[in-house]
């Protein structure tokens, strides 16, 4: 499902309401996602995050 230009999900027959949840660090890491579709709630959370060192 895509985010329009105003952060909300665009209409769907299958999607109810959807709710997202970003850090508030620089990372903006996506922490939960939570949907209600048509057969119940789907969620998902971040369990960790491993960042290569680059330098």
């Known amino acids: 499902k895509r985010i329009g230009k105003h952060l909300e999900l665009e209409p769907h027959k299958k999607f ?12 903006r890491l996506l922490l939960r996602i939570e949907a209600q579709i048509f057969i119940g709630t789907v969620f998902a959370d971040l ?3 491993h960042f290569d060192n680059l330098r």
């Open 16 to 27: 109810r309401r959807a709710s997202i949840w970003v850090s508030d660090d620089a990372e």
């Open 47 to 49: 369990q960790s995050v």
